[in-house]
């Protein structure tokens, strides 16, 4: 067994592994709390879901026929810079959502998301051979994963203080359902996800987008 490096290289590892997991957090935290917006953000025509469903789709197929193929084509530091750039250009595209844009930038974020993923698994093994120490492989991937979790949560503490600040007072959570006789019309669903046709046409008129400004101000955090 190897003897782990002394001091000052190691903290030149936690440095560049630290620096690698924080560009990763700064990435996604944008691009995941937009992600999960665009079903509300994009209610018109159902844009935001279409939308959505096409990036994983995208995705799934990607990674289960063309990844590896990719991956072995371009190398994987390259590969990785290049789906870096597909997340922003998606963020970027959100500026202008036109239809036509936004099914471009959700193929290529679901060929991105397909391909990242790759590079971030091989990061704990990576850096644990660079500790020459594969025993720490294990904990670098706890914290990888710890540190990757959390830009769900800055991610929509953002978004939760930016809809509040720029909340006009209108609220999406009060119905008025009409022409039903019977029982709890959302009993079985919630208020503002229910499957039932004549609710949703009743409701949807109902619906009050966010303000413009807010949408802007988060894509620019973002």
Known sequence: MTQPKDKKAERKIWLRFFGIAGGLVLLLTGYISLFVLQSSIKIENGLGAEAAAISYTVSLLFSLLLTPMFLRLVGVRKATILSEFCYIFYVACNFYPKRWLMMIASIVVGVAEAVLWIPIGMIPGYFGREFQQESKSAGLAGILFALLCLNQVIGNIFSFVVLHIFKDGKDNNTFVVSNLTQGNPLQYCGANDCQNPNL???????????????????????
């Open 200 to 222: 949703t046409s009743q409701n949807i008129e109902q619906y009050v987008p966010e303000n413009v400004a807010s949408i802007y101000v988060i894509l620019a955090l973002f």
